[in-house]
Nanobody, 126 residues
Framework: QLQLVESGGGLVQPGGSLRLSCQAS????????VAWFRHAVGKERERISC????????YYADSVKGRFTISRDNAKNAAYLQMNSLNPEDTGVYFC???????????????????WGQGTQVTVSS
């Protein structure tokens, strides 16, 4: 059974960087799209980035475009989110999630993400 574990969160000053990791176990990520979601206090959960099974398509929410980079390494059964130029509005719990990516040229719709990690807290504060 596929399981996901996020790591790499923490406290960072505005303008700083963090790299989140999403490590899969129990099954391969090869045929699954991967997305990162963010849940901030008082806000709805937001999909901020996703990557298709080949890594040939990526999506970024406007709020992170140009600052965050999603990637995947199928050989390591992992995905990553490089976050640069962080600001306090990036504070929240970050979750990785996966969906069956076969048949999708891009990323599956949000409702298809059926395996989730436990989340990692990112706090951007001076």
């Amino acid at each position: 059974q596929l399981q996901l574990v996020e790591s790499g969160g923490g406290l960072v000053q505005p303008g700083g960087s963090l790299r989140l990791s999403c490590q899969a176990s129990g099954s391969a990520l090869n045929y699954r799209a991967v997305a990162w979601f963010r849940h901030a206090v008082g806000k709805e959960r937001e999909r901020i980035s996703c990557i298709n099974i080949r890594g040939s398509y990526t999506y970024y929410a406007d709020s992170v475009k140009g600052r965050f980079t999603i990637s995947r390494d199928n050989a390591k059964n992992a995905a990553y989110l490089q976050m640069n130029s962080l600001n306090p509005e990036d504070t929240g719990v970050y979750f990785c999630a996966t969906a069956d990516g076969t048949g999708w040229g891009g990323c599956p719709n949000i409702e298809h993400y059926d395996v989730w990690g436990q989340g990692t807290q990112v706090t951007v504060s001076s």
